[in-house]
């Protein structure tokens, strides 16, 4: 693996609590991506970061924050918890420079459930 | 905006026999495209990707996929299947690169002894 790490690999938490997952990584990329993965619907991305700070809205980023202060870590923060976030999480990152067709390395996932 | 389908949710083959997991696109301009693999409780990896050079891809593992802009495809093949295989494979399209990547729905494959 691509020195991702994932954490927690499981949670279970119930409605209305707040839920943090840490994304750590060692190759001092860039870019790095929060995607969920539902089935029949793939990956999606929820939030991405683009350096320290510097952080964008994807595809599914309602009902989720994320924060970027360290150029290592990258947290996602569900601010309270819905039964539709139950999902599998995969952090990812792209590659160095631009991020124009670089592969995505994943870690390997955080899986949710909300009660 | 892109999207792509993926034409069948499960595929089985035979150990040594032909892998065919097929993917259309929607585009209106040249998309890169790509497939991943996923093996179980573990992250995706990168099979190969298309970004406008060469229309047949060669990827890893012996798999690979044509570009086929008449018939909006990109499908994945594989001369002969091995046990190793299984797993469930993603079509991906996007247009600017990592931050608007649209990922098929999945097809996973079943590799039968």
């Known amino acids: 693996d691509a020195g991702i790490t994932q954490s927690p690999r499981h949670k279970v938490t119930e409605t209305g609590t707040p839920v943090t997952l840490r994304c750590h990584q060692t190759e001092n990329h860039r870019y790095m991506y929060w995607y969920r993965q539902d089935p029949g619907h793939g990956l999606r991305l929820i939030h991405y970061s683009y350096g320290v700070k510097d952080t964008d809205k994807g595809e599914v980023s309602d009902g989720y924050s994320v924060s970027r202060s360290k150029t290592e870590d990258f947290l996602l923060t569900l601010e309270s918890a819905t039964s539709s976030q139950t999902s599998v999480y995969f952090c990812?990152?792209?590659?160095?420079?631009?991020?124009?067709?670089?592969?995505?390395?994943f870690g390997n996932g955080t899986r949710l459930t909300v009660t | 905006a892109q999207s792509v389908t993926q034409l069948d949710s499960h595929v089985s083959v035979s150990e040594g026999t032909p892998v065919l997991l097929r993917c259309n696109y929607s585009s209106s301009y040249s998309p890169s495209l790509f497939w991943y693999v996923q093996h179980p409780n573990k992250g995706l990896q990168l099979l190969l990707k298309?970004?406008?050079?060469?229309?047949l891809v060669k990827g890893i593992n012996g798999f690979e996929a044509e570009f086929k802009k008449s018939e909006t495809s990109f499908h994945l093949t594989k001369p002969s299947a091995h046990m190793s295989d299984a797993a469930e494979y993603f079509c991906v399209v996007s247009r600017y690169g990592n931050n608007d990547m649209r990922f098929g729905a999945g097809t996973r494959l079943t590799v039968k002894p």
């Open positions: 990812a990152i792209g590659g160095r420079g631009q991020p124009h067709n670089s592969p995505l390395h």
């Open positions: 298309y970004t406008s050079a060469a229309t």
